[in-house]
């Protein structure tokens, strides 16, 4: 089942052409990846997806829905990890799990123990009462990705979502990612890092200067071009990926 089709999606903001003419499919239950330099229009992609805003030619179906028609019941059915912080900063790490669930219309009754769920999931339970300025950059991360799980996502789009984390975060927010495919879920994000790439998704779309180069799964890339997936990236965008020690 297709959970994602673009077709022809282009994205202006004014005279810059950030995403120029990109057209890919994504499947349930895959894990697909974004891979591009700083400025290749990953999260103006991702942001058309998430009915963040609108394309400026060509069309974007999310469960079968147009993002410009249906955005709340597309919204309603996704989780979204942002590249930047927008916790609330004045309420405490429950309470922006809390706040978020009214968006989803999730009763108090149910978000409260749904909460303190995905905090263990997120290893932050401990941290539950302190207020989001005093936690960590890489705290701020795994709470942006318990909070886009509040509402059982059947999508889930995560815009660099290991970025800052020691090893063991970084390790544990994979081992959350595999949970979370076990279970179905369709999963989208972007990554700098290599291991991230090869160890979680299923294809990774390759993209630079708003184009996707190639899309398909590492194997076949590497396949196709020889050496790893970071020869591949440098084959096609000039750029290395970063590596990371884990
Ligand atoms: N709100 C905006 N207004 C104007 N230009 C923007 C805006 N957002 C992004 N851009 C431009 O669009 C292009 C694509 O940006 P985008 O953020 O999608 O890249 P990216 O692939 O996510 O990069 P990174 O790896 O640095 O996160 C860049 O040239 C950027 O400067
Ligand atoms: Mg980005």
């Not at 997120?122 to 539950?128: C, F, I, N, Q, Y």
């Not at 090893?167 to 544990?172: T, W």
Request: glycine share 8%.
């Amino acid at each position: 089942m297709v959970i994602v089709r673009a077709e022809h999606l282009v994205k202006h903001y004014g005279n810059l052409c950030a995403v120029d003419n990109i057209s890919f499919e994504i499947m349930k239950g895959e894990c697909f990846g974004f891979l591009g330099p700083n400025g290749a229009g990953k999260t103006t992609a991702m942001g058309i997806i998430y009915c963040f805003m609108p394309p400026t030619a060509g069309t974007v179906a999310v469960f079968g829905l147009d993002v410009t028609k249906q955005p709340s019941v597309i919204k309603s059915r996704i989780g979204v990890m942002p590249q930047d912080d927008n916790l609330d900063p004045d309420l405490s790490v429950l309470q922006n799990l809390i706040v978020y669930a009214r968006y989803f219309d999730i009763p108090k009754k149910i978000a409260v123990p749904r909460a303190w769920e995905l905090l263990d999931f997120v290893e932050l339970k401990d941290k539950a009462h302190v207020n989001i300025k005093s936690l960590s950059g890489g705290m701020k991360r795994r709470l942006l990705l318990g909070r886009a799980l509040l509402n059982n996502p059947e999508l889930l789009i995560m815009d660099e979502p290991t970025v800052g984390l020691d090893p063991h975060s970084r390790r544990s927010v994979w081992e959350n990612l595999t949970h979370l495919k076990a279970r179905d879920t369709t999963i989208i994000l972007t990554t700098h890092y290599i291991e991230e790439a090869e160890r979680i998704c299923d294809r990774v779309a390759i993209m630079d200067n708003g184009k996707i180069i190639e899309a398909d799964t590492p194997a076949t890339l590497m396949a196709r071009y020889g050496g790893n997936l970071e020869d591949v990236y440098l084959r096609l965008t000039g750029k290395r990926l970063r590596e990371v020690i884990v």
